[in-house]
């Protein structure tokens, strides 16, 4: 009785030893520097959650081009229409012409694109640009003349213009309606898919 009192212990002491060993042969827990018993097996890969995003919608954001950058790029541009450059070339304080938008990627090919509205003295704004941001410099490819617009990407990846619709008999401060317009980038161009008129109140 008295030796299975002494062996006990010692029973005990080399099943917890036959435990442990087991924990750092690469199947139980990590130790640093050993090596799996394994050669051929293969830790799993844990991956790192990833931000779903909507089409068009940028995951990560993205610094927009200067605005001071945006203006001289448009007034290079020999199709920039002639309102808009007299506007911007009597422009020298950026922000009383030209004002940021949203970043979109409408034409799905990881090259980001800023929405830049331009605006009169009094932020009256009559059009809007699409600048792809490109390492070159920001490019426009998309221009649109239209009265208090919003612009933003849809899920889909389209771009969706709202504006204010005014009415011969409109007061400056009180458009009579809204025109909702749907954008899309077709592979060379953005073409209009949907043009719908919303009456106010």
């Not at 204010?164 to 073409?191: H, I, L, T």
Request: charged share 20%; proline share 9%.
């Amino acid at each position: 009785m008295r030796m299975q009192r002494l062996l006990a212990p010692a029973v005990a002491a080399v099943a917890a030893l036959a435990v442990l060993s087991g924990c750092g042969n690469g199947s139980g827990l990590r130790v640093e520097g050993a090596e799996p018993a394994d050669a051929n097996s293969v830790s799993p890969r844990v991956s790192a959650p990833t931000t779903s995003s909507s089409p068009g919608v940028r995951a990560k954001p993205v610094t927009p081009a200067p605005l001071t950058q945006i203006r001289t790029k448009l007034l290079a541009d020999k199709a920039l229409d002639s309102y808009s450059r007299s506007v911007l070339v009597k422009c020298t304080v950026i922000s009383r012409c030209l004002g940021p938008g949203p970043t979109v990627d409408v034409m799905h090919n990881g090259v980001p694109q800023q929405v830049v509205y331009i605006h009169t003295l009094d932020k009256f704004v009559f059009g809007a640009f699409l600048m792809a941001l490109e390492p070159g410099g920001p490019r426009r490819i998309w221009a649109l003349k239209v009265d208090q617009p919003t612009i933003n990407a849809s899920p889909q990846g389209d771009l969706v213009v709202e504006s204010e619709n005014f009415q011969p008999d409109d007061k400056p401060c009180c458009p009579s309606g809204r025109k909702v317009e749907v954008y899309r980038w077709d592979g060379r161009q953005m073409a209009k898919v949907s043009s719908t008129d919303q009456k106010g109140d």
